[in-house]
């Protein structure tokens, strides 16, 4: 029994490290630009500058991904935001709603962003 207790600890323990290590560098940005089209263009627009047709509404306005100030976030602060949302804003968490390779890939395709 006690070698059984070791093996589905050891198999959980390993499985939450391989989820924790698909980072950005093994997500895929064409997937999550489907999932960003799905779920976040309404708010951020189609070119991520915050300009969707809800989020012009928004008080504070939907973020402008291609900002410097958006640009100076690290990828664990934007983590962080999409997988539990930003208090005072519309934007809300995506952790339980999309699974961890999703939420790599919607984060890949936010940095492409970056490099323009």
Known sequence: MRDVLYAVLCASVLGMFLGAIHSVDAADPAKGKVLYEMHCM???GSQGKGDGPTGRMLKPPASDFTSAASKKKSEA???????????????GPWK???????????????MTWRKS
């Open 42 to 44: 309404v708010c951020h």
């Open 77 to 91: 602060e934007l983590t962080q935001i999409i997988e539990n949302g930003k208090p005072g804003t519309a934007m």
């Open 96 to 110: 339980g709603q999309l699974s961890p390779a999703d939420l790599s890939d919607l984060l890949g395709y936010v």
